[in-house]
């Protein structure tokens, strides 16, 4: 099975920073991976796919880049409502997925 | 439009089994594939299984083997999540899930289902 491993776990910024979580696949998954966020007692929120691309109505801030083993989420200017739980997820092997453990984003 | 409404919390006892629904509207379910993500208290996504309509077959991660089945009801466009043997661990959030039609990643979200097992 593809394994994703998101650094860091956790991360404290403040309101108009810049932050960057990164996720590493144990084998190339080309650009088939996603990143969604996750605000407490809800469902996953899906932002980005094809590594880059942003799902509609997905603010610019947001940003994705990377293939093969390596992605990088970037919020550049983070507003309040960025602070929640993101995760990345692989799609190379569908329909047999997996999501990375998860990076929970405080405010500082 | 996709939405999936799930059924409501449940609590059982250790050893027993749940099922959990997920009724689709917007579509018919035939033209979905249904996966189902569940969530324990504090921690990640974990993936548990998916139909992959190309063939018609569910699809399990390899934890789940042997205790998961995964059912649908076209006629009420409801897909349906068993899970036996429960045990502690099992309490979480479930949720179904699915892309939608002609991708791979995961649109449209059911609410998510709580499944408490405690004795």
């Known amino acids: 099975d593809i394994q994703l491993t998101q650094s860091p776990s956790f991360l404290s910024a403040s309101v108009g920073d810049s932050v960057t979580i990164t996720c590493r696949a144990s084998?190339?998954?080309?650009?088939?991976l996603a990143w969604y966020q996750q605000k407490p007692g809800k469902a996953p929120n899906l932002l980005i796919y094809?590594?880059?691309t942003l799902q509609g109505g997905v603010p610019s801030r947001f940003s994705g880049s990377g293939s093969g083993t390596e992605f990088t989420l970037t919020i550049s200017s983070l507003q309040p409502e960025d602070f929640a739980s993101y995760y990345c997820?692989?799609?190379?092997?569908?329909?047999?997925?997996?999501f990375g453990q998860g990076t929970r984003l405080e405010i500082k | 439009q996709v939405q999936l409404e799930q059924s409501g919390a449940e609590v059982k006892k250790p050893g027993a089994s749940v099922k959990v629904s997920c009724k689709v509207s917007?579509?018919?379910?035939?033209?979905?594939?249904i996966h189902w993500v569940r969530q324990a208290p504090g921690k990640g996504l974990e993936w548990m299984g998916g139909?992959?309509?190309?063939?018609?077959?569910?699809i399990f991660a390899q934890k789940f083997q042997g205790r998961v089945t995964m059912t649908e009801d076209i006629a009420t466009d409801t897909a349906y999540m068993q899970l036996s043997s429960l045990r502690s661990e099992d309490t979480a959030v479930y949720y179904c899930?699915?892309?939608?039609?002609?991708?791979?990643?995961?649109?449209?979200w059911g609410q998510g289902t709580l499944v408490t097992v405690s004795s």
């Open positions: 899930t699915t892309p939608e039609t002609g991708t791979w990643y995961f649109d449209y």
């Open positions: 917007g579509y018919t379910l035939s033209e979905l594939s």
């Open positions: 139909l992959d309509r190309e063939d018609d077959e569910s």
């Open positions: 084998q190339d998954i080309l650009r088939y």
């Open positions: 094809a590594a880059s």
């Open positions: 997820q692989q799609v190379d092997s569908y329909p047999r997925v997996t």
